[in-house]
Nanobody
Framework: QVQLVESGGGLVQAGGTLRLSCAAS????????MGWFRQAPGKEREFVAA????????FYADSVKGRFTISRDNAKNTVYLQMNSLKPEDTAVYYC?????????????????WGQGTQVTVSS
């Protein structure tokens, strides 16, 4: 089993940038494919981005393509989400997610393991 802890959230103005980190413990993340999801107030949790175990394949929600970049450093047991050109509609709690099966994340479905989330607020 793997434990996930997100960090890097905060308050930023529209057009700004943030980089989220997800640190894994318990097992090395090179056993897992990783993803980011988000949940805005009053809305369902939605897929943001996914990356396979070695980092060669990435997928993004249409709403963040060209603005967000997911990456990973297996030596540091950490996954990142670089968020550029942030918009007020990106405001949400962002969750790190992991699974041993990439096809789940590849189709936008959540994997088995979740972090506790980190709040991102984008002001207009």
């Amino acid at each position: 089993q793997v434990q996930l802890v997100e960090s890097g959230g905060g308050l930023v103005q529209a057009g700004g940038t943030l980089r989220l980190s997800c640190a894994a413990s318990g097992r090395t993340i090179n056993r897992y494919h990783m993803g980011w999801f988000r949940q805005a107030p009053g809305k369902e949790r939605e897929f943001v981005a996914a990356i396979n175990w070695i980092g060669g394949n990435t997928f993004y929600a249409d709403s963040v393509k060209g603005r967000f970049t997911i990456s990973r450093d297996n030596a540091k047991n950490t996954v990142y989400l670089q968020m550029n050109s942030l918009k007020p509609e990106d405001t949400a709690v962002y969750y790190c997610n992991a699974d041993a099966v990439f096809s789940k994340l590849q189709r936008g479905a959540p994997g088995a393991y979740w972090g506790q989330g980190t709040q991102v607020t984008v002001s207009s």
